[in-house]
């Protein structure tokens, strides 16, 4: 059974300042890694996708990828209200969809 | 381009009766999938088209449920003698050629069963 785990949250968070949301899993197999932000009552858009150990920078997110730790997070800069949503993690395994997190409520506070 | 369509937006019925969702997805996107969330949780995979491949229906929760995809295009969910139990959004989304892409998903169907 292959598994994705993120701490369902809340997370609350000064505007401005840095939110870092976390996501383990299960299958050392797994190959690529992406993160999705829903807004309440939205469905899941991309924010971000990684597929090699390290970081990868896209604007105010940050993707960090730990292959033998078994951990992507995602680091949110100069967090924004308009940030907060539940953000999912969701993970590819080989020959299978992808397995999604329950996702991570994050709230900006202003 | 347009994006991936999904219809009716909602639907309400009664427990016994059965529903078709649709889904119309991103244009030369030959991966298309279906999703249920349940109402604070996560996704549930339920079913996955890729080309002509026959579908990965490994996450169908019942026999109650069932799904065609024609033409390599438009897709339809099927939910036959539904239960309170089904009431959750059901999620569609499209990738380019492969499940290791990127989905883009559709504005989903609030489905309610009373």
């Known amino acids: ?25 299960s299958d050392r197999g797994s190959q690529s890694f992406f993160w ?4 309440s009552g939205k469905s899941p858009e991309l924010i971000m996708s990684i597929y090699s150990n390290g970081d990868k920078e896209d ?22 209200p308009s940030d907060s949503a539940t953000y999912l993690c969701a993970i590819y395994s080989g020959n299978t969809p992808l397995v999604f997190g329950k996702g991570t409520r994050l709230s900006v506070i202003a | 381009g347009a994006g991936v369509s ?24 030959t991966a298309l999938y279906w999703y249920r969330q349940s109402l604070g949780q996560g996704l549930e995979f339920l079913i996955y088209f ?53 989905q883009y998903f559709g504005p989903g169907t609030r489905l309610l069963v009373l």
Do not use: M, W
């Open chain 1, 1 to 25: 059974q292959k598994e994705v785990e993120q701490n369902s949250g809340p997370l609350s968070v000064p505007e401005g300042a840095i939110a870092s949301l976390n996501c383990t899993y």
């Open chain 2, 50 to 102: 890729q080309g002509n491949s026959a579908p990965d229906k490994s996450g169908l929760p019942s026999d109650r449920f069932s799904a065609e995809r024609t033409g390599g295009s438009v897709s339809t969910l099927t939910i036959q003698r539904t239960q309170q139990e089904d009431s959750a959004v059901y999620l569609c989304a499209s990738s380019p050629r492969t499940v290791q892409e990127t």
């Open chain 1, 36 to 39: 999705y932000r829903q807004y």
């Open chain 1, 59 to 80: 604007g105010r997110f940050t993707a960090q990828l730990n292959k033998a730790s078994q951990y992507v997070s995602l680091l949110i800069r100069d967090s924004q």
């Open chain 2, 6 to 29: 999904q219809s009716p937006s909602n639907k309400v019925t009664e427990k016994g009766k059965d529903v078709e969702l649709r889904c119309d997805p991103i244009s030369g996107h």
